[in-house]
């Protein structure tokens, strides 16, 4: 079934579909294996699991570890409608895609540094290095997400949930594979040598990534919008968002589900203290994560092509509380590997339904502008979140995060039943 935009593109610039299809497996297959590259350079410092335990290591302070996911959300989502704006103007998507991809490396290395300064410099030291580390990473990683998002949607001209589906299984394939080194690694080795292993060796894998975006085919598009000024750019958003009711409705939704993730990085913690696991089980935690993003993708995007992406929405936010559920009446450890498991089809449902919801609800002129205005509007949900969650646990240890979580996820399941409308076959 065709989604929106593609049927607009199909109307109106026949000429431009038949040249992308032309590229069609070519994209694909470079596309897929670069993500998966990626996911298994990014799997040695997972923000679930790794990173926040890592962070354990230098501080016992919640507030602190919970600033892992918080950073990583405010950098990935606050400079998505700057990059939207760079995107926007540009006849071709690559070589900005390209230019980022290379810097995002820099990020990476940053972060492999800072384990090195184990034993040499302070700890606040090392916490402040790390952050801003963490930042670049995720700051550069959030500013090539429009541009790249669009790079797809307007490439992938045709069954775009088996894309997602096959990308994010190979993804998680290649994580699992990440993971069970990132685990042998961890045993095998005394902190801080296992974490500093696991970086660097990280940071290598993340080199083959920009092998397959320089392959990329892109055709120059029929269309582009007329350069305007920044200031412009952001004032011209109100109107904009008031001509798109799907699109507010959505995004209120997604918001809900976004908070409903707040307790993600501290089941991993929770149940290697409570059960006293060793430190090897954060690498079988994520790779369970990437198991369940490499299977339940191609579901979701079975899904999505067929009967639109709000019952994948929908199935995100039952996740969210079945996850807080079990956290909090687990007996045993085996317990979590379930919730991890959860964890994983939560990220590759949203993986896969926040850009194609965009790409169904907006023309295609102004889906690189929606998916910024989208995910910078979710940034400052991605910072609260996991901040109130260090904050809670605090003040009412585990307990009182896994209850205030599933709450919160039940009220993402009413938002997102309530709120969102299937908007396959509108266009706006």
Do not use: C
Request: hydrophobic fraction near 55%; glycine fraction near 8%; charged fraction near 10%.
């Amino acid at each position: 079934m065709n989604s929106n935009d593609i049927a607009y593109l199909k109307s109106n610039y026949p000429d431009y579909v038949l040249q992308a299809e032309k590229n069609y497996w070519h994209n694909f297959f470079l596309l897929v294996l670069d993500s998966a590259t990626f996911t298994f350079a990014t799997a040695m410092f997972s923000k679930d699991t790794i990173l926040p335990y890592f962070i354990t290591l230098l501080t016992t302070s919640p507030i602190l570890i919970g600033l892992v996911p918080a950073v990583y959300f405010f950098g990935y989502y606050a400079p998505q409608l700057l990059g939207a704006y760079m995107a926007n103007h540009r006849s071709r998507r690559k070589p900005m895609i390209l230019g980022i991809v290379i810097a995002e490396r820099l990020g990476i290395l940053m972060i492999a540094l800072t384990a090195q300064f184990f034993g040499r410099v302070a700890p606040q030291w090392i916490l402040f290095l790390f952050f801003i580390s963490f930042m670049v990473f995720s700051f550069l990683n959030g500013l090539i997400g429009p541009a790249y998002s669009d790079f797809v949607g307007k490439n992938i001209v045709r069954s775009r949930g088996f894309f997602y589906g096959v990308s994010y299984a190979l993804s998680g394939a290649m994580g699992l594979i990440a993971s069970l080194i990132s685990r042998y690694f961890l045993d095998q080795f005394p902190s801080p040598v296992n974490f500093q292993i696991v970086f660097w060796l990280g940071f290598g894998f993340s080199f083959l990534s920009p092998f397959f975006v320089a392959r990329l085919r892109e055709v120059e598009l029929p269309f582009i919008s007329q350069t305007e000024p920044l200031q412009t750019f952001f004032q011209q958003i109100p109107g904009q968002l008031k001509n798109s009711p799907l699109f507010l409705r959505f995004i209120w939704a997604r918001a809900l589900v976004g908070l409903g993730l707040m307790g993600t990085s501290f089941y991993a913690i929770y149940a290697i203290h409570r059960f006293s696991l060793s430190e090897g089980n954060l690498g079988s935690f994520t790779m369970i994560i990437l198991l369940a993003q490499s299977v339940l993708s191609l579901v979701w995007g079975w899904v999505g092509d067929r009967f639109g992406y709000k019952v994948v929405l929908l199935t995100t936010a039952v996740f969210l509380a079945v996850e807080a559920f079990l956290a909090l009446v687990a007996p045993h450890a085996w317990m979590f590997f379930i919730i991890a498991f959860l964890v994983g089809g939560v990220y590759s449902a949203l993986s896969i339904s926040d850009p194609n919801f965009v790409f169904e609800i907006v023309l295609p002129k102004q889906t690189s502008k929606f998916l910024g205005i989208a995910n910078t509007f979710l940034a400052p949900i991605g910072v609260l979140g996991p901040l109130l969650a260090g904050m809670i646990v605090e003040k009412s240890g585990y307990t009182g995060l896994f209850s205030i979580n599933l709450i919160i996820a039940l009220i993402a399941v009413i938002g997102v039943w309530v709120l969102v409308k299937e908007p396959r076959n509108k266009i706006q």
